[in-house]
């Protein structure tokens, strides 16, 4: 986890991005210091559960706005790999850092880097775990079309990392695709939550599902709604007494009693609050990356 000094919702992405609001009533200050605080303790609530967090500070550079949601420019997989992506807005791509990456060499077994960033220069985008969302078991990357995430990024990523790639098309509220997979979608262990609602294509959207059941998941449809309220920007994680799955108050609060009831037959719900964080069009799944990776010992 990346914990902001200079957050604010970033310019440059507010054109693809539904999910951002206005900060126009608050002042920089103010703004800046809530995502502080909301990370803080996040990352706080989620070491409570057992969970090992690396927080990181970002470096005040008020040209990374966006610098909270470092699932974007990198990922990691089991057998030791790394992931480095290309980003879509310029002013992301100052969000890629050598000491996250020193620390995961330090600390985990690292086997290999690959970084796609070099993609940017032939306008090649795929956002990490932003614009896929991986089914680690099956080895499927579930990936909407946007900016963020061109298809010949993502044939080149998912050969190296063995995945198949499984692509559909979105529309959100404003008539255009929804800008990234993990807004719309959560694949945990044992069930995965989508917005089905957000498919063009019931036809594709009938084959999503049948995959996930196929893999063993409860298919758990949220609506166009509860996507719009970040309930599908969640990330199960491991915790000391079992699997907890990590989401926004606000996405907890507009789950029905049923949902809830599905997701906690296999993991606790940990709600955390995030409200300033998520006026930048993004939730706890966002502010986090997930390590893949075996500790050293």
Known sequence: MIRPHAFTPNPETAADNSFQSSAEKYT??????SAYDEVTQAAATLETHGIRVHLFD???DKNTPDSVFPNNWFSTHPGGHVAIYSMYSQNRRRERRI???EMLKRDYRVQDVIDYSGLEADGLYLEGTGAM????LSRVAYTA???????????????????????????????????????LMCVATEFALVGFDTFTDSARAMEVRA???????????ISSLQVQEFAGNAIELSGKDGRVLALSQRAFDCLTPAQRTLIERSARLVPLKVPTVEMAGGSVRCMIAGIHLSPRH
């Not at 920089?28 to 210091?33: D, K, P, T, Y």
């Not at 509220?173 to 997979?181: F, K, L, Q, S, V």
């Not at 059941?213 to 758990?220: F, L, M, P, Q, T």
């Open 28 to 33: 920089a200050q103010v703004i800046a210091q």
């Open 58 to 60: 970002d470096t005040g």
């Open 99 to 101: 000491d996250v990456i």
């Open 133 to 136: 969302v991986f089914d680690h």
């Open 145 to 183: 079309r946007s900016n963020r995430a061109n298809p010949i990024a993502l044939e080149r990523f998912s050969t190296h990392f063995n995945f198949e790639p499984m692509v559909f098309d979105t529309v959100g509220t404003d008539g255009n695709p929804i800008y990234h997979t993990n807004v």
């Open 211 to 221: 995959r996930l059941s196929e893999s063993g998941k409860e298919v758990i449809e």
